[in-house]
């Protein structure tokens, strides 16, 4: 591919007044229309799915893990086997994170050094060092299409001292990472197996908007083909995410995408696409297909209810994904409650299924220039987990749905 054809191209913006916008990032391995939500394939797969299954619900772009991949099978591995294109057989475009949030998530098994951080692997205790170019170096390995810069995650009940000290990290690693990476560009010949990556910086800044705004501006000066939002999500309010996504979009290029990293339940998807995110993904809609809970247009469904034994009907009338179109509500419920790990695989399929048809529908509501009133319409139906609602209330939502939907 043509390095000019590489990047993000900005096709139009909410009229309505949002800061939601549309595009396409064009990649090694083909386009992507955005906003898009990313499955999460933390070890070159989705977890109960094979690529076949994210084809068919049409998945554009699939997310796997620097730091898990690093441990295990290793990164010249999978260079040697094709790159994780070759690997996992997936044609579509990959994004790696760079594994900073594993390891500053592993708390007493991680310690800052001069150089990048040193920690103790979570599989056999074994010790290993990150830094910018040897991040850098694992990413060209894997061969993603979009890769990360390193950086700091601080905790969320940080104060602002230490979420300063920690931006100062993050923007000196991110300068670093350019460097690096540039640096093997130039050198790659036939060790990496994709010439044309797209490198991403990662604002940070906690809730603190003047740091949010001196990390905007930092890696903005930088000029990286796109900007993760990351250090959301990790305990602070929805409100208060909202507020900080809202706040830092429009400080970053126009012309670049916005990632908003690890966050991905459908209010929150919409809320933050009228705040000007591009990119999502999540572990949350397969994580819950796992544990019996499944995605509707009016909340989230818990297949394991005694309700559901003997109900011969979808999870959602209407619904396309494949489990929706050959199986009913009992035998989901049959497999859940007698553990079959086919319950895993068709859960999983309805909810990622959910979350890409999802962004499908709110980028024609964009383009048709009725995005407010999507936005509207579907969170008046929508009850999120987080309030509490009577379960019988929640079920008559349901009922009322599949009626209306029938008729």
Same mark, same amino acid.
């Given at each position: ?7 993000? /191209? ?19 391995? #083909? ?48 260079? !040697?086997? #094709? ?11 990959? &994004? ?19 150089? #990048?951080?040193?920690?103790?692997? %979570? ?15 694992? /990413? ?49 010949? !036939?060790?990496?197996?994709?010439? %044309?990556?797209? &490198? ?5 800044? #906690? ?70 995110? !591009?990119?999502? !993904? ?74 890409? /048809? ?50």
């Amino acid at each position: 591919m043509a390095e000019n054809k590489l990047g993000f /191209e900005l096709q139009g913006c909410d009229p309505s007044g949002t800061l939601a916008r549309w595009g396409v990032l064009h990649t090694a391995h #083909g386009d992507v229309q955005t906003p898009v939500f990313m499955p999460v394939g933390t070890q070159a797969t989705v977890k109960a799915l094979a690529p076949d299954d994210l084809l068919a619900m049409d998945a554009q772009i699939i997310l796997s893990n620097t730091y898990h991949l690093y441990l295990r099978p290793g990164a010249q591995t999978i260079a !040697d086997l #094709g790159g994780l294109h070759g690997f996992m057989r997936w044609p579509r475009p990959i &994004l790696t994170d760079s594994g900073g949030f594993q390891v500053f998530s592993l708390a007493g098994r991680r310690k800052l050094t001069a150089e #990048g951080v040193v920690f103790q692997s %979570h599989l056999d205790g074994s010790r290993h060092l990150f830094t910018p170019a040897s991040v850098m170096e694992t /990413e060209s390995l894997l061969g993603a299409d979009v890769i990360m810069a390193l950086d700091e995650c601080a905790p969320a009940e940080s104060d602002h001292a230490y979420h300063r000290q920690a931006l100062a990290r993050t923007h000196q690693w991110a300068a670093q990472c350019k460097a690096a990476f540039a640096h093997l560009q130039q050198e790659q010949g !036939d060790r990496f197996p994709n010439p %044309h990556q797209l &490198l991403f910086g990662i604002v940070q800044g #906690g809730i603190y908007p003047d740091l949010r705004a001196e990390s905007a501006a930092a890696l903005s000066d930088l000029d990286f083909p796109g900007y993760g939002v990351g250090g959301l999500s990790v305990g602070e309010s929805k409100a208060q995410m909202y507020e900080i996504t809202a706040l830092t979009t429009p400080l970053l290029p126009a012309n670049k995408p916005r990632y908003l990293m690890g966050v991905g339940s459908p209010e929150d998807l919409l809320a933050c696409i009228a705040g000007g995110v !591009d990119m999502f !993904d999540c572990v949350l809609p397969s994580r819950l297909a796992r544990n019996g809970a499944l995605l509707t247009h009016a909340g989230r469904l818990q297949v394991k209810s005694p309700r559901y034994a003997k109900l011969d009907a979808p999870i959602e009338q209407g619904c396309t994904c494949y489990t929706c179109q050959h199986f009913s509500l009992a035998y989901l419920n049959h497999l859940y409650r007698a553990e079959e790990l086919l319950s895993y695989r068709l859960n999983t399929i309805h909810n990622l299924h959910f979350m890409v /048809e999802l962004t499908r529908q709110i980028r024609a509501a964009l383009i048709a220039g009725r995005f407010s009133s999507y936005k509207a319409e579907f969170l008046a139906r929508y009850q999120p987990a987080n309030q509490e609602v009577a379960a019988s209330q929640r079920e008559a939502r349901v009922r009322a749905m599949r009626a209306k939907a029938s008729n």
